[in-house]
């Protein structure tokens, strides 16, 4: 059976454990293809970030780089998926650790990228990772209209940089809005705000405008359409 079984990724677990800290360093600094590289976010100093703003972001590049990953984009899933384990983001993660992190999913899914199993064949490792960042936000004390106001801005900033002239420039940039979208979705379906069903609904339209995912397209939405749908929701908040 070509299929990933428990044996073998608990034995590459070990492995990655010993070299982790090595293996991922060389990836965000030589081992990746900069084309596909996340880079920095904009607007806000790390250091000064709330914990509770600090998770809705994780949670924004991992739905983007999971999303790739069951499209069958391996090599572009890769970098938003590094976002909980890798060096370059160990500030961003800070804290999360001691909540719960599974850093062992992120590894196992990571070694399955870098193995080029489809997501079909860890789709349950894929699962446990995502609701592992889940149950880390909802022991964040956090509030729902601060963070999808926060994604949204990321969100229209990062478009912004994506596009030039109407083309896909900057494809990490691009697919970082999709993640944050997705990840204000399910902040606004799963809060207690009085409005939370047409906020979905916003957002449901919001999403609408990647009709192929955070999949690259010849003919993605215009930056002004994007900021127009961001003000529609923004004035619901």
Known sequence: MCGLSMNHYTIRKIFIFFISSIFFVSCS???MDTDNQIPHDFNYDMNDLDQSL???????????????????????AAPHLLHPISETHKKEREGFQEMGLDMVSFVLVSTALEAKRPASEVEPF?????ENLITIASKIDGDPINQIMFLLEQLEDEYKIGLTDGVITDIGEFQD???????AKFIAANSSLSNADMLVQSLNDLLSLWPEGPKPTANPSSISL???QVSEIKRLL
């Open 126 to 130: 894929l699962k446990k990772a995502e």
């Open 226 to 228: 994007i900021s127009s």
């Open 54 to 76: 600090r998770i809705v972001l994780m949670m924004g590049h991992v739905a983007a780089g999971m999303e790739l990953y069951r499209q069958g984009e391996l090599t572009m």
């Open 29 to 31: 600094d030589d081992g």
């Open 177 to 183: 809005a999709y993640g944050f979208a997705v990840t």
